[in-house]
C-alpha cells in the first residue's frame, strides 16, 4: 500500500492575481437547513420559515437566509483559498443580485483580486479573492470579495500526525 499525502491546500506563494478557482463541491439547500439556521441565528424574518407568509410574496414560497448563503459560500471556497488561513480579514461588497430558494442546488468559483505580504508577520500574506455562488442554472445569487491572511509555505499549524508517528 502506498501513502498519498490528500489536498494540504494553497499557501501564499500559490496564488496569483487573476487565477479562477472553480469550487469542488455543489451542495443543495434543503428546508431543514433554511430553518434551522434562521432559528439559530434568532432571524425573525418570516420569509426564511413561514411558507404561508412567503406564499404571498413577489416570490411566491421562502427564500434562503442569505446569512446562510455567504456561509455556504464562503465555505464552499475554503479548500482553495483559506485551508491554510491564520484568520479572516473581511467581506466587502456583498450582493445577492437573485434569490436563493429551498431545493437549489449552489456551486462557487473565486477569482483572485489581489496578492501582496504582510507588513506586519512574516509568516503571512494578504490575498483577496472575489468568490461567486450561483444556482443549478448558472443565476448568480451572491458575489462578495473576501480577503484573508494566509499561511506562507513551512509556517502554521501541522495538518496532523505524521505517518508512522
Known amino acids: 500500500m502506498t501513502l498519498r499525502e490528500g489536498w494540504q491546500g494553497r499557501y501564499f506563494e ?12 455543489g451542495r443543495t439547500v434543503t428546508q431543514a437547513d433554511n430553518v434551522w439556521f434562521t432559528l439559530l441565528t434568532q432571524n425573525t424574518a418570516r420569509l426564511h420559515f413561514d411558507a404561508h407568509y412567503a406564499a404571498q410574496t413577489e416570490f411566491g414560497r421562502p427564500l434562503v437566509n442569505s446569512a ?4 455556504l459560500v464562503t465555505g464552499q471556497s475554503v479548500n482553495d ?11 466587502d461588497e456583498v450582493r445577492l443580485p ?3 430558494f429551498e431545493g437549489d442546488t449552489v456551486y462557487s468559483s473565486s477569482e483572485v483580486l489581489a496578492v501582496r505580504e504582510s507588513r506586519s508577520r512574516p509568516e503571512v500574506g494578504i490575498v483577496t479573492v472575489r468568490t461567486t455562488g450561483t444556482d443549478q442554472h448558472g443565476t448568480v445569487v451572491i458575489t462578495f470579495n473576501r480577503t484573508v491572511m494566509v499561511y506562507r509555505r513551512g509556517f502554521g499549524p501541522a495538518h496532523g500526525p505524521k505517518p508512522g508517528g
Open 81 to 91: 483559498v483559506s485551508y491554510n488561513v491564520m484568520a479572516n480579514l473581511g467581506w
Open 68 to 71: 446562510f448563503t455567504i456561509a
Open 98 to 100: 437573485n434569490p436563493l
Open 14 to 25: 500559490d496564488f496569483e492575481v487573476g487565477d479562477v478557482y472553480r469550487h469542488g463541491l
